[in-house]
């Protein structure tokens, strides 16, 4: 590991920082304000009347359930019929009904599994209008929610959350259009491209022919980045060298990855009053996000045993980066893979620079425990930070325990109806997961869809189903298409994201009607390094001790058997 | 409450089906040919008036003539209409032999020509599949291990091709961004410039 790779890793944490604190700040703002703009209130006279007024929390979460669910019927109706509707350049035929149904899911989830190649399976108008869309709209839902949840966090004595409507349009058109653009921009100058023309054949060098897929990739990119979706224009996602060119391309990616739930970690800090507590809780995150960033490097750059024993040179040096290169590109060589993998599997991006498949067993580990954690660590945009709240509950429990008060949690006392849900979000799909993964193993369909045999192909089939719960959409591609996985994927999807996000908005609504208690000397406080400690701990407890039995099952034995 | 929320989500999805899913690619499809033509319509690359290839896309080079690319997952190799990566596990048997054969194929183009070449001198990207199965670049390494055969396949001095490596080496971006690298495509296609192409 070269002096530059380190360098390059502490400068992206510092431009990440540099760039959440005041976007947070912003958001705050966006979410808070008082007055629509003009084109909000034209919108809300065309929505009908009322349909901007206060929601509570049982409103709120009706209105996201119907409005993703009627998204996802137009979504599976378009796969279905591409090959009869137009800006289709390359005549692709209506997509097969498991993968449409799977794949509607997935992005109206935000998850962004992809069981086809998109270059030779979507056609323009399905990756535009059908899946570029709802990169748009899946995250700026889940941002939405958020924003109700601190809402409620931060209300007293109320009943209501806001306005599904309002944080929806705000999200799309405040944060992630602009943030798109921008991105967009950079990454076309870079060599992204972006046209409406289709393929081109080339002459080759040696006289063959070469067919290279074009169309409006930078546009669809950068969203797919910045709204933590993670589902690519090309098979090979941010691996392919037209997706993803060059070191800044990476970087400006990477950026775009972690951009937005960092910066939502400065919004709640904002709009509770909690500036300290928001500061612990980066802390947390990104305390661990470092952790998996070192162990990931360190075990790539020591490149897996059949490499070692294959007699290659594996050594770092000037002119080569040396260790697991295998599914690697080598303009990103260890250091860029390593740390894209770590930062999506956090942030619930699906995105793969390298193929996850060929990771040594522990750096593949990594991603499986980032995503166990049920998106905490960072997580996706809103979903995230929700999934956070969840742990911290957890740790002020804990706490109140140990000292024998009642918990707190910014003033508010937390009581049985508030724990409940707090381990309902927490625990819900950490325990599909394991549920999901042990009958696709334990089933010949279910055995159907693994393509390397033995422990690889558990950790596989854990990955498959931990990636889609927590709607991360990245895989040991290894896992197949079959209706089974298909079937059993749009399940884990399906309830991965909503019952946590119902959690939550259940959640923030009780909070929302509690009164304030000024804190005393007993009080436990949330903002120094003891909370911290115990966040951290309480998270590698719960998550680890569910994913540790799994986890020797696949990696760890893997690791010890070579 | 129900068919309201209904009639809503349907509106919303159309206008944002028109102002996220036409209006923005548009804008950006506008302004990517107007600032960035080139990079915009795939970074392809032209002599004598037809498209060779992209600099964004491995393509096969066979003989020793041309420096050669890393090996491809895709079918037929290097397809740039249908990118994957190979999928084997860190420890299978497909991995094994894949690196084994790889190597001695390696060994046995350049032996000829580069009588010192070990197993152990063979940089790790020359024996392993892409990330993409079209990166189109390999390391300088790489590259430097292969340069002997091109020039005497050529009739070049050995250090006029070594020079050309050095030449064509980009990276890091901004000397910190990403690993140095030399793209194949390209450094091809200036060796044709010096001697003539050959088909």
């Known amino acids: 590991m070269q002096f530059q790779d380190i360098g390059q890793i502490i400068l992206y944490a510092v431009v990440v920082l540099v760039l959440a604190y005041p976007l947070g700040q912003y958001m705050a703002w966006v979410y808070t304000r008082e007055n629509d703009d003009i084109v909000a209130r034209g919108f809300f006279r065309v929505l009908g009347r009322g349909s901007g007024d206060e929601q509570d929390w049982k409103s709120y979460a009706k209105t996201v359930l119907i409005f993703s669910l009627i998204f996802f019927g137009l979504l599976y109706a378009l796969l279905r019929l591409q090959g009869h509707l137009f800006f289709n350049p390359d005549h692709l035929p209506g997509v097969t009904w498991p993968i449409a149904l799977n794949t509607a899911v997935s992005f109206v989830t935000n998850t962004n599994w992809q069981y086809y190649g998109g270059e030779s399976t979507m056609s323009y108008l399905s990756q535009m209008s059908g899946l570029a869309v709802q ?11 958020l924003a109700a949840v601190v809402r409620g966090i931060s209300r007293r004595r109320m009943g209501t959350l806001g306005n599904f409507w309002r944080d929806l349009y705000r999200s799309l058109v405040y944060i992630m259009l602009p943030l798109s653009v921008i991105v967009a921009v950079i990454l076309i100058w870079q060599g ?16 063959g022919h070469q067919s290279i897929a074009r169309g409006p990739v930078a546009s669809q990119i950068s969203i797919k980045q910045l709204g933590t979706n993670g589902g690519g224009f090309y098979n090979s996602n941010s691996a392919t060298p037209m997706e993803n060119p060059t070191g800044l391309s990476n970087f400006v990616e990477m950026v775009a990855i972690l951009l937005i739930p960092a910066a939502q970690v400065f919004m709640f800090g904002r709009m509770v009053r909690a500036r300290r507590h928001a500061w612990m809780i980066y ?20 490149g897996s045993a059949v490499l070692q024993q294959s007699g290659v040179s594996l050594a770092a040096t000037s002119t080569q980066s040396g260790g697991n290169m295998s599914d690697k590109e080598v303009r990103f060589g260890i250091a860029d893979s390593a740390l894209w993998t770590t930062v999506t599997t956090d942030t619930s991006n699906g995105s793969v620079n390298s193929g996850l498949d060929a990771y040594t067993p522990a750096g593949g580990a990594v991603p499986i425990v980032n995503m166990f954690t049920g998106e905490a660590i960072f997580g996706g945009v809103g979903t995230g930070l929700i999934g956070m709240f969840f742990y911290i509950l957890i740790a002020v429990f804990v706490a109140g325990l140990m000292v024998g008060r009642t918990p707190e949690w910014l003033g508010k006392k937390i009581q049985a109806r508030e724990m409940k849900l707090a381990a309902l979000g927490a625990l819900f ?7 999901l993964t042990a009958v696709a193993i334990a089933t010949k369909v279910g055995q159907a869809s693994i393509f390397n045999s033995g422990v690889h192909g558990f950790s596989e089939t854990l990955y498959a189903y ?13 896992y197949g298409a079959t209706p089974f996985s298909a079937a059993f ?25 509690k009164r304030t208690v000024p804190a005393s000397a ?14 951290v701990g309480v998270i590698v407890l719960t998550a680890g001790l569910m994913i540790l039995p799994a986890l020797t099952l696949g990696p760890v034995a893997e690791g010890l058997m070579h | 409450m129900l068919t309201r929320n209904i009639i809503r989500s349907v509106l919303v999805i159309v206008v944002s089906t028109v102002v996220f899913g036409f209006g923005y690619p548009a804008l950006m499809v506008g302004f990517a040919q107007a600032a960035f033509p080139s990079q915009a319509g795939g970074s392809l690359l032209y002599h004598d008036g037809h498209v060779v290839g992209s600099a964004l896309a491995a393509q096969d080079f066979t003989g020793p003539r041309y420096f050669h690319e890393r090996p491809s997952a895709t079918t037929p190799a290097y397809n740039a209409a249908s990118t994957t990566f190979a999928n084997f596990g860190p420890t299978t048997t497909a991995l094994a032999q894949q690196v084994h054969q790889q190597a001695e194929a390696v060994l046995k183009l350049e032996g000829p020509y580069n009588p010192g070449l070990k197993m152990s001198d063979i940089p790790v990207d020359a024996v392993t599949t892409s990330g993409s199965g079209i990166d189109p670049d390999i390391s300088v390494a790489n590259a430097l291990d292969q340069a002997p055969r091109v020039a005497l396949a050529r009739h070049l001095p050995p250090a006029r091709v070594v020079a050309l490596v050095h030449q064509y080496t980009t990276g890091p971006q901004w000397g910190f961004l990403s690993e140095p690298v030399v793209n194949v495509l390209r450094i091809n296609m200036a060796l044709d410039g010096l001697t003539g192409g050959s088909r």
């Open chain 1, 192 to 207: 992204v491209p972006e046209t409406f023309s289709s393929h081109v054949t080339a002459l080759t060098l040696q006289g």
């Open chain 1, 135 to 145: 990169n748009f709209v899946s995250a700026a839902v889940g941002m939405a929610v």
């Open chain 1, 522 to 535: 007993g009080t436990f406080r949330t903002d120094g390094a003891t909370f911290v400690v115990l966040l």
């Open chain 1, 429 to 435: 799909v950490p325990t599909m997961i394991l549920v």
């Open chain 1, 283 to 302: 802390t947390a995150m990104f305390a661990m996000l470092a952790i998996g960033v070192a162990v990931s490097v360190t075990a790539e750059q020591q």
């Open chain 1, 466 to 478: 931990d990636s889609q719960a927590n709607n991360n959409g990245s895989a040991f591609a290894g």
């Open chain 1, 489 to 513: 994927g749009t399940i884990d999807m399906a309830f991965g994201r909503f019952v946590p996000m119902m959690a939550g908005l259940a959640l923030a609504g009780s909070l929302a009607q």
